[in-house]
């Protein structure tokens, strides 16, 4: 099986830093919309700074919370992630559970709806058989995916193929490889 990308890696690891690392989770109120306390204080303490209504005393404060807002940044109390890091990270993660928002603090308990990644276009760069001839499949993104029906497909994968991983109801994801009808499948890797 190849390594994974390194483009693939750093978005996994953005996930995992945020995810396990950061002292600081969003809150969510009732309603699934993040509550003002969700931010960091050193960002929210900085977005304090436009209230202060004498100019000198107003770039003191800026100045004063910037450097600790870059602080925070480089002890991994915060983490920076744009759109793009964010998307990445999402690729990386389709076929986990957790909601790669929420992950970066952007809201409630799931992606939203037009947020939420539905397909992937991939290339198979393995294919293996585990017990009872479960098929195994990874991509070069680096993920792993394994069989849970019982249809098979008619012409038997081979890496450097064309493939999709399309997400389903209630969690599931189907992949098609080389344009047959796709199959029931999960990552494990």
Known sequence: MQ???LSSRLALAAATVALFACPISPVTARDGKPSESAKPAAFQQLMDCRTIEDSANRLAC???????LQQAEQT???????????????????GFTAPVGRLFGLGGSADSPEDELK???????????????????????????????TRNFAI?????????????ALGSF?????GQ???RMRRVQ
């Open 3 to 5: 390594s994974m990308p």
């Open 119 to 149: 397909r992937i276009d991939t290339e198979v760069s393995s294919v293996s058989y585990g017990r009872g001839g479960v098929l195994r499949i990874a991509f070069v993104e680096g993920g792993a995916w394994e069989q849970t029906d």
């Open 76 to 94: 991994k109390e915060i983490v920076v992630a744009d759109k793009n890091a964010i998307q990445e990270a999402k690729r990386g993660l389709f």
């Open 156 to 168: 038997s994968p081979r890496a450097g193929q064309k493939a999709y991983i399309l997400k389903g």
């Open 62 to 68: 800026f100045d004063r919370q910037v450097a600790i």
């Open 174 to 178: 189907f992949v098609s490889v080389n």
């Open 181 to 183: 009808p796709g199959i």
